[in-house]
């Protein structure tokens, strides 16, 4: 089996009725909430999804399961969500889909927050996966120089049509190739410092439960902190 479908229909087990579930992006969530939709469909379960794009709105609301935007909720249950890179402390790297503001956003308000992973993005250390950074439009050339001199080997995302990549906010991404990052709260409280950057995408100290996939089965890791 396909281990991101393993490791999303695996998730998808964790939502129980009544839940608000945060509804994570990308190609892995994408399987959880395929699963999630048919357990709405087939079991009657009873959700209120939060989602953390545009196109995980699409999917959602495409296969019926109940959304309410995040104003119009107190706090959210439960969050499952992809990621990039899972560290052997487990901290993580997201943004690889540009979703990584909403997905923080959502995460924060959760009581629970599981990462859903095929196994090679388990890692030693974080940074072999450029860490992306959402910057606003407006001076985002400013934010990369900083970075530049900073030594952070800033990237600005492109598409394939080579035009920059937008965000849902309609922002920009800058990827920093760090190769490893040594010291991650510290690069995450000196990016939380610098004007005109949104949101960057390390996920410190915030996920309950990992589940990795792998050809065995999936494995299931309570984290403890
Ligand atoms: C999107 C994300 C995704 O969760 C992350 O990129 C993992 O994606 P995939 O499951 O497609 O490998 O952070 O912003």
Same mark, same amino acid.
């Given at each position: 089996?396909?281990?991101?479908?393993?490791?999303?229909?695996?998730?998808?087990?964790? /939502?129980?009725?009544?839940?608000?579930?945060?509804?994570?992006?990308?190609? &892995?969530?994408?399987?959880?909430?395929?699963?999630?939709?048919?357990?709405?469909?087939?079991?009657?379960?009873? %959700?209120?999804?939060? !989602? !953390?794009?545009?196109? &995980? !709105?699409?999917?959602?609301?495409?296969?019926?399961?109940?959304?309410?935007? $995040?104003?119009?909720?107190?706090?959210?249950?439960?969050? $499952?969500?992809?990621?990039?890179? $899972?560290?052997?402390?487990?901290?993580?790297?997201?943004?690889?889909?540009?979703?990584?503001?909403?997905?923080?956003?959502?995460?924060?308000?959760?009581?629970?927050?599981?990462?859903? %992973?095929?196994?090679?993005?388990?890692?030693?250390?974080?940074?072999?996966?450029?860490?992306?950074?959402?910057?606003?439009?407006?001076?985002?050339?400013?934010?990369?120089?900083?970075?530049?001199?900073?030594?952070? @080997?800033?990237?600005?995302?492109?598409?394939?049509?080579?035009?920059?990549?937008?965000?849902?906010?309609? @922002?920009? %991404? $800058?990827?920093?190739?760090?190769?490893? /990052?040594?010291?991650?709260?510290?690069?995450?409280?000196?990016?939380?410092?610098? &004007?005109?950057?949104?949101?960057?995408?390390?996920?410190?100290?915030?996920?309950?439960? %990992?589940?990795?996939?792998? &050809?065995?089965?999936?494995?299931?890791?309570?984290?403890?902190?």
């Amino acid at each position: 089996m396909n281990l991101k479908k393993m490791v999303g229909y695996k998730a998808a087990e964790f /939502i129980e009725d009544g839940m608000t579930v945060g509804l994570g992006t990308g190609s &892995t969530a994408f399987y959880m909430v395929e699963a999630l939709g048919r357990r709405v469909e087939e079991e009657g379960l009873k %959700v209120t999804g939060v !989602t !953390t794009s545009h196109r &995980t !709105t699409k999917q959602a609301s495409e296969l019926g399961i109940p959304l309410k935007d $995040i104003d119009e909720v107190d706090s959210i249950d439960l969050t $499952i969500d992809g990621a990039d890179e $899972i560290s052997e402390d487990f901290q993580g790297i997201k943004g690889g889909g540009a979703a990584h503001l909403f997905e923080k956003m959502v995460a924060d308000l959760s009581d629970e927050v599981i990462w859903i %992973v095929d196994e090679s993005k388990m890692v030693k250390r974080l940074g072999a996966f450029p860490l992306p950074v959402e910057v606003v439009k407006f001076g985002h050339g400013q934010v990369k120089n900083l970075f530049e001199r900073k030594g952070l @080997n800033p990237q600005i995302r492109l598409d394939q049509n080579g035009q920059k990549v937008e965000t849902d906010s309609g @922002n920009y %991404v $800058i990827d920093l190739k760090l190769e490893i /990052i040594e010291k991650p709260h510290e690069l995450a409280a000196f990016l939380d410092s610098v &004007t005109g950057v949104v949101e960057h995408g390390l996920f410190l100290d915030c996920v309950s439960k %990992v589940i990795v996939g792998k &050809t065995g089965g999936p494995e299931v890791i309570e984290v403890m902190r």
